[in-house]
């Protein structure tokens, strides 16, 4: 047995001591800190949890809000279903409507036409009628000739200073010149002499028309108005009524007035 020195033998209990005084010193510093460290851990641990937790929260009042809207979204769809087919039943119903709407304007526009039709065919009897009594100028143009001269020339009715019917005149300067007028009206400056017949036709206008200016030869006493003419007749057709108003005569024809001014609007008689 090898016999140490009893320094030496102290010199390496010290060394020992010292190293195992450091392995203990480095192990509680890494014991410290693991324990800190796992202290964090936890705490992160419990910070997570506590996250996962308003997480979890967040999510379930997330799935409630996507349940209440997918029943807001249904509630939706089933309106949006009524009111396509309440859309539907109106589509429906607007075409019932128009096709209504359309027979009756048919209906409107045929029993429109009879009626003018049947009033046309009335108007002609009636003036048919008339001439054969002779008495249309006294019993329907006369009544209205104050009327017809305020709507064409403005005359009011309160100076209307005579109507005659049938009346016979004879030429002052030449009394082997007679002529008949059917009606003849004074108002202010105007005379109005009418000629009335069952039927008109164009020559007939046009005959009355070239008569005018001699119609004032027999009226000395009127030689300072104007004379305006006027042809009258129960029916009277669109063109004979254009062709007088041309020849700048006031139209007559049966109405619902008696007898009715059939010029166009804003009409002036000619002064002859």
Same mark, same amino acid.
């Given at each position: 047995?090898?016999?140490?020195?009893?320094?030496?033998?102290?010199?390496?209990?010290?060394?020992?001591?010292?190293?195992?005084?450091?392995?203990?010193?480095?192990?509680?510093?890494?014991?410290?800190?693991?324990?800190? *460290? /796992?202290?964090? +851990? #936890?705490?992160? %641990? $419990? =910070?997570?949890?506590?996250? @996962?937790?308003? !997480? &979890?929260? *967040? /999510?379930?009042? +997330? #799935?409630?809000? %996507? $349940? =209440?809207?997918?029943?807001? @979204?249904?509630? !939706? &769809?089933? *309106? /949006?279903?009524? +009111? #396509?087919?309440? %859309?539907? =039943?109106?589509?429906?119903? @607007?075409?019932? !409507? &128009?096709? *209504? /709407?359309?027979? +009756? #304007?048919?209906?409107?526009?045929?029993?429109?036409?009879?009626?003018?039709?049947?009033?046309?065919?009335?108007?002609?009897?009636?003036?048919?009628?008339?001439?054969?009594?002779?008495?249309?100028?006294?019993?329907?143009?006369?009544?209205?000739?104050?009327?017809?001269?305020?709507?064409?020339?403005?005359?009011?009715?309160?100076?209307?200073?005579?109507?005659?019917?049938?009346?016979?005149?004879?030429?002052?300067?030449?009394?082997?010149?007679?002529?008949?007028?059917?009606?003849?009206?004074?108002?202010?400056?105007?005379?109005?002499?009418?000629?009335?017949?069952?039927?008109?036709?164009?020559?007939?206008?046009?005959?009355?028309?070239?008569?005018?200016?001699?119609?004032?030869?027999?009226?000395?006493?009127?030689?300072?108005?104007?004379?305006?003419?006027?042809?009258?007749?129960?029916?009277?057709?669109?063109?004979?009524?254009?062709?007088?108003?041309?020849?700048?005569?006031?139209?007559?024809?049966?109405?619902?007035?008696?007898?009715?001014?059939?010029?166009?609007?804003?009409?002036?008689?000619?002064?002859?």
């Amino acid at each position: 047995m090898i016999d140490v020195p009893l320094e030496r033998r102290v010199t390496s209990l010290e060394d020992l001591v010292a190293e195992a005084w450091h392995v203990i010193t480095e192990s509680g510093r890494q014991i410290a800190q693991l324990s800190a *460290e /796992m202290r964090d +851990f #936890k705490d992160e %641990m $419990r =910070d997570f949890k506590d996250e @996962m937790r308003d !997480f &979890k929260d *967040e /999510m379930r009042y +997330f #799935k409630d809000e %996507m $349940r =209440d809207f997918k029943d807001e @979204m249904r509630y !939706f &769809k089933d *309106e /949006m279903r009524d +009111f #396509k087919d309440e %859309m539907g =039943d109106f589509k429906d119903e @607007m075409g019932d !409507f &128009k096709d *209504e /709407m359309r027979d +009756f #304007k048919d209906e409107s526009q045929a029993w429109r036409k009879q009626s003018e039709a049947e009033i046309r065919k009335m108007r002609k009897q009636w003036g048919e009628l008339s001439n054969r009594l002779g008495t249309m100028a006294e019993d329907l143009v006369a009544p209205s000739v104050s009327r017809i001269l305020r709507q064409t020339v403005g005359c009011p009715g309160d100076r209307v200073e005579s109507v005659a019917v049938r009346v016979r005149r004879l030429h002052p300067a030449d009394p082997g010149r007679e002529q008949e007028f059917d009606v003849v009206a004074v108002c202010g400056e105007h005379v109005l002499i009418n000629e009335t017949k069952s039927r008109l036709d164009p020559q007939v206008v046009l005959d009355f028309a070239q008569r005018l200016p001699e119609a004032r030869e027999f009226f000395p006493e009127y030689a300072d108005k104007y004379f305006i003419g006027a042809i009258a007749s129960l029916y009277v057709d669109e063109s004979i009524v254009r062709y007088g108003e041309k020849l700048g005569l006031i139209v007559l024809g049966f109405g619902e007035d008696v007898m009715d001014i059939l010029n166009s609007p804003g009409f002036s008689p000619k002064r002859f």
